[in-house]
């Protein structure tokens, strides 16, 4: 599993994209069959207090694509703070085991943890 | 030895943190900033301080005015964290702002020169793309300008993502 971290619009699903996945390959249900799962952020938003228990079945992905969440004023609402915080800690879970973990900087991967994947 | 860690909620900075602290020597001081203001902060606390059990830290809390601390004695130590420090310095009790920068660089340099090897850490707050009122853009600001003068004190600046550092000033500590 190589997981995509990056802000909101930062080009993570074209990156994707450019290594050969098709839209049919995505999806943000983490059910679903397909290699790519997008959105991990909106998941985990739903429901934050089961976001550990997906581990083992994101792990079973090729891709997992979340939004970076955790920058910004701390938010008022304590439902937002517990899903920032959720997000955060899930990642450090996924970046654990995943093979590689790559940031996307304006349309830009960079690579923090193994190598970039090549089509 | 200073080490200035960044990042977002959940990025993994305090078990980053503590494992830099482990490797270095005793005594080592936690430096906590948090104020235990509800359920949420005490489930906060609770939980580093679990986290730090059986590392070897010993915990001294204290919000405000780190300009006057001093330390019991030489060694490591860990200070956590800038934001909410700059908080306590600039929204007194009583209602009163003031301009937190001096006292909180004031407040590292002075436990710079008390430590072998300290961590401060510290928050992102201004890339979120919202627009705050007058006194949390102010302290957005202030916190900016902290982080600066911080890293360009530090030898080592690290932003930490998904738990992983990468490494913006310096060399990766051993």
Redesign the interface.
């Known amino acids: 599993m190589v997981?995509i971290?990056g802000?909101f619009g930062a080009g993570k699903r074209a990156y994707v994209q450019s290594l050969g996945y098709s839209d049919a390959d995505m999806s943000a249900d983490v059910r679903s069959d397909a290699p790519v799962l997008v959105g991990l952020e909106e998941i985990v938003r739903n429901d934050p207090e089961s976001a550990k228990t997906l581990l083992p079945r994101l792990l079973e992905k090729k891709f997992v694509l979340c939004c970076?969440?955790?920058?910004?004023?701390?938010p008022m609402d304590?439902a937002d703070?517990a899903y920032?915080?959720?997000?955060?800690?899930l990642?450090?879970a996924?970046?654990?085991e995943a093979t590689a973990?790559v940031?996307v900087v304006a349309g830009i991967p960079v690579a923090?943890?193994g190598e970039l994947p090549c089509m | 030895m200073m080490i200035l860690l960044i990042g977002g909620s959940g990025c993994g900075k305090s078990t980053y943190a503590e494992s830099l602290c482990e490797k270095n020597p005793l005594p080592r001081w936690y430096l906590a900033a948090m104020q235990p203001y509800g359920p949420e902060a005490d489930a906060r606390i609770k939980r580093h301080r679990a986290l730090r059990q059986d590392k070897g830290f010993t915990t001294i809390e204290r919000y405000t005015d780190y300009a006057s601390l001093v330390l019991p004695a030489r060694g490591t130590a860990l200070l956590e964290c800038i934001a909410n420090l700059t908080a306590n310095e600039m929204f007194a009790a009583d209602g009163a702002v003031s301009d937190p920068v001096d006292r909180v660089l004031n407040g590292v340099d002075a436990l710079n020169r008390q430590c072998e090897f300290l961590v401060v850490v510290t928050n992102d707050v201004g890339s979120d793309g919202i627009s705050y009122g007058a006194s949390t853009a102010a302290y957005i600001e202030a916190l900016g300008r902290i982080n600066a003068a911080l890293a360009a004190r530090a030898d080592t600046v690290l932003e930490l993502v998904a738990g992983i550092p990468i490494l913006l000033k310096g060399e990766l500590p051993e």
Do not use: F, H, Q, Y
Request: aromatic share 0%; hydrophobic share 40%; glycine share 14%.
């Open positions: 997981l971290l802000g970076e969440v955790g920058s910004g004023v701390i304590a703070r920032r915080e959720a997000t955060g800690r990642c450090c996924l970046a654990k973990v940031r923090i943890k």
